[in-house]
């Protein structure tokens, strides 16, 4: 009958009618500049990231039953901050960060390097949180060849890497009483690694025509100091 059972997805007011087109205009920008610059396409990887902090707590989802049916879950709030990086071209990965401060992300921009160091250099799309766009962060992506594009502000359905952590938390409230912290590491990585490799992403972006300014979004960025 063509009908969906499922919770609205929102979307932000603030976020621009143009955030796509404009997302796309800065990958695209940014790739003619590095070729510009020499490097070939199979010499760059590509790639999304985002933290989050999924949670082992109580499942109180509602669900039709003929029986009344409980199990054992967590109530106490275990937690783990992860950061993942998810690649169009790549290898992703995931793993714990301290805080979302500068520091925190100059380390993993140096994991990003190491997991990708057969590549000439790395294009990372984020989001635009005030540790991703610190000045430190800035300059320790530019001294590993790590080129940063900030997705548009209020536009997080832009990054597929959200829709891998949906599914690490769902995997979570699925696997019932978790006991340690160590074991909600273990269930967050092996589920992040498996939905990242399974995860169907059509390889959009390099589909596309080159721009026919480079300059406008990938000279200004390569080179500003």
């Not at 990887?45 to 409980?70: I, L």
């Not at 891998?164 to 409230?173: E, F, R, T």
Request: proline residues 4%.
């Amino acid at each position: 009958m063509g009908v969906f059972h499922y919770k609205p997805q929102p979307l932000d007011y603030r976020r621009s009618d143009n955030s796509e087109q404009e997302l796309t205009d800065k990958l695209l920008a940014t790739t003619d500049a590095l070729q510009v610059l020499g490097y070939k396409l199979d010499e760059i990887a590509f790639g999304f990231a985002d933290e989050a902090c999924p949670q082992a707590n109580s499942n109180t989802a509602r669900m039709w039953s003929v029986y009344h049916k409980t199990r054992k879950v967590n109530t106490q709030k275990l937690s783990c901050k992860t950061f993942g990086f998810y690649a169009l071209k790549g290898n992703s990965f995931s793993c714990d960060i301290d805080s979302a401060q500068a520091d925190s992300f100059s380390k993993i921009l140096y994991q990003i390097k190491e997991q990708n160091q057969n590549y000439k250099a790395t294009v990372l799309l984020w989001d635009n949180v005030r540790g991703h766009i610190n000045a430190q962060v800035q300059q320790t992506a530019r001294k590993l060849n790590i080129f940063i594009i900030n997705i548009p502000k209020y536009a997080p359905d832009l990054n597929p890497i959200e829709k891998i952590w949906k599914q690490v938390k769902m995997k979570i409230s699925q696997t019932g009483l978790i006991l340690s912290k160590d074991s909600l590491k273990n269930i967050i990585k092996q589920a992040f690694d498996s939905f990242a490799k399974s995860a169907s992403l059509e390889n959009y972006f390099f589909q596309q025509k080159p721009t026919k300014n480079p300059l406008k979004y990938g000279w200004i960025f390569l080179f500003d100091n």
